[in-house]
């Protein structure tokens, strides 16, 4: 128990009990990560030391043999080049929308603006899954199955952003600042470009790092939008050769730890950003 | 330019925007709530309304009460398991904040929650294999017998809701470590001079503080377990390519009946029951919000 005297001094920290709340909190760190190191460390394994017990975590014997064969056997690197094209455009697109609607929907009120922007936050109550069947039949429609557009489609806006901008703007950007612009001639546009988006760069950068998470993870809907190998994005690809005749754990894994690794490393860089975002998610009310 | 009337603006930039929300959100929506009322298949061309027979048919559909009952098990599942130790790492987080090791510990217990589903999923299907995963290795050093862990009804629903628990305590965490922030000082100062120790002061001045933020966590916790599906889809699915056992969830006998049976009507109704459930959750926390700011 802390000293009840001197409840914030640094000394405090580093009681016998703060210690001990440290070696907790290491060892489930390391747990949590422990999936992800194994199946990094198995994608360099030779198939003996995959049946090794315990399993090693750094690997005897390094290969690449795993790696080389699954990008020999699957067209890996392709589907992770589909990945950052969906995912790099549905980036911009949410967020171009977003800075847009959240701007005008926070600093001009014309009557029926409250309206829509209830609405807006209505759909984002919906989850995706439950409207996925008619847009799916309107792409099918639209002939753009297995196309660019047609994965797109799902991925185009997001309610969350437009909350994340109008919520910002409210807050953070005085009227007077619009008005002094206006008084000296600008344009609406220009002040949207030139003084708006440049003060909204927190918050576009945390809406940045969560829209592309969100179309690099997306699953069930690329999944029924592509049915042929070339246009697969990467979850699916890999959802798809982890169900077919493979038994190799060696491949799999290397394929999954290519697919994990960009991820990972992307959210190391873009951490607080994305901290921030998640975050936001949560002060709703 | 300053004669411009002052609504051209917002209205044409907001134009494009409310234009793709009409199709891609409000349109789809309300096509799921027609559709739900017909019998309409995709390779029949005559499609009549049915009014709400497709309801009905879901009551007593064996695969579709399956797939409640596990969608069910494993939402509550994940969510016992994700309050209670989401909330209790964020207070050990919490009292090491500032510390260059609180970083390590945000991190790797957040990174389950971001990395992509199928890969990590991979990964757990490695650790639960029945042959080759460590798991069975290791209970078998305390003399239990191996399992069958993705091949079993029961134990491929455990090992759901592990995955699914080990992906969303990242997300507890962190939002648990923002409600705890907001704590006052001096209401734990208070109470440590009323004599109250760390624990104490924790149970009694922040958790009823974070009653509101829990609500929160359960409620998206929750709602995100209704809507699992690449988890089970790569778990439960047989490596050999043989037709393995399927967890079926809510999600995938929906696709299933819209895909593979062509009964989009039929599906549509499953959707709608997706989006009842996602409703009342949602209903219930802000009805227990409001009591609560009135009390």
């Not at chain 1, 991925?155 to 952003?161: C, D």
Request: glycine letters at 6%.
């Amino acid at each position: 128990m802390s000293d009840p005297d001197h409840p914030s001094s640094d000394a405090d920290r580093n009681t016998p009990a703060g210690l001990a709340i440290d070696v907790v909190l290491f060892a489930v760190g390391l747990m949590m990560l422990l999936p992800l190191v194994f199946l990094i460390s198995n994608a360099f394994k030779t198939p003996p030391e995959l049946l090794a017990w315990p399993p090693t975590i750094i690997p005897d014997r390094p290969t690449l043999e795993n790696i080389l064969g699954v990008l020999h056997e699957t067209p890996l690197l392709h589907w992770i080049g589909n990945t950052l094209v969906f995912a790099g455009l549905s980036t911009a697109s949410i967020v171009t929308t977003s800075a847009i609607a959240g701007y005008v929907l926070g600093k001009f009120d014309l009557p029926w603006f409250p309206a829509v922007f209830g609405i807006i936050i209505a759909t984002s109550v919906v989850p995706f899954e439950v409207y996925m069947i008619p847009l799916y039949l309107n792409v099918q429609a639209a002939g753009m199955l297995n196309t660019l557009p047609g994965l797109l489609v799902g991925y185009l806006v997001m309610s969350f952003g437009i909350f994340l901008v109008r919520q910002y703007v409210t807050t953070s950007i005085p009227d007077e600042l619009l008005e002094a612009a206006r008084v000296d001639g600008a344009g609406e546009g220009w002040i949207f470009l030139r003084i708006v988006v440049p003060l909204m760069r927190g918050p576009l950068g945390a809406l940045t790092v969560l829209a592309f998470f969100q179309a690099w993870t997306a699953f069930a809907w690329p999944l029924v939008v592509t049915t042929n190998k070339d246009t697969y994005t990467l979850e699916v690809g890999l959802a798809l050769f982890q169900t077919g005749f493979t038994v190799d754990i060696g491949h799999l894994s290397a394929a999954a730890a290519l697919a994990l690794v960009p991820s990972a490393l992307f959210f190391s860089l873009m951490r607080r950003n994305f901290v921030r975002g998640v975050a936001g998610t949560g002060l709703k009310e | 330019m300053r004669s411009k009337p002052k609504w051209l603006f917002p209205v044409l930039a907001l134009l494009p925007v409310l234009g793709l929300y009409a199709c891609l959100r409000i349109y789809p929506i309300a096509e799921t709530l027609r559709l739900s009322l017909f019998k309409w298949n995709i390779i029949s061309r005559r499609k009549p309304f049915v009014g709400l027979d497709n309801f009905i048919e879901l009551m007593s559909d064996p695969l579709f009460l399956e797939a409640i009952f596990n969608t069910t098990i494993v939402a509550f599942g994940v969510l016992v398991i994700t309050i209670p130790v989401g909330l209790a790492l964020a207070a050990l987080i919490n009292s090491r904040q500032g510390l260059r090791r609180s970083g390590f510990y945000e991190t790797s217990i957040f990174l389950p929650h971001v990395v992509s589903l199928v890969p990590a999923a991979m990964a757990w299907k490695w650790i639960f294999d029945a042959r080759l995963g460590p798991l069975n290795a290791l209970i078998g050093w305390f003399g239990i017998p191996a399992q069958a862990w993705l091949f079993d009804p029961v134990l491929s629903i455990v090992c759901l809701i592990v995955l699914c628990s080990w992906q969303s305590i990242g997300y507890a965490v962190l939002i648990f470590l923002v409600g705890l922030k907001n704590v006052p000082e001096a209401l734990y100062e208070a109470a440590r001079l009323d004599g109250a120790s760390s624990f104490q002061a924790f149970r009694y001045v922040a958790i009823p503080l974070l009653k509101p933020v829990m609500l929160y966590v359960s409620v998206i916790t929750l709602i995100s377990s209704y809507n699992i599906y690449a988890q089970a889809f790569v778990l439960a699915s047989d490596v050999q390519g043989a037709p393995g056992h399927l967890v079926r969830v809510l999600v995938l006998d929906m696709l299933e009946n819209s895909f593979r049976n062509y009964r989009v009507g039929y599906a549509a109704a499953e959707a709608v029951v997706l989006l009842a459930i996602v409703l009342v959750l949602t209903g219930a926390q802000f009805r227990l919000f409001r009591d609560r700011s009135r009390a």
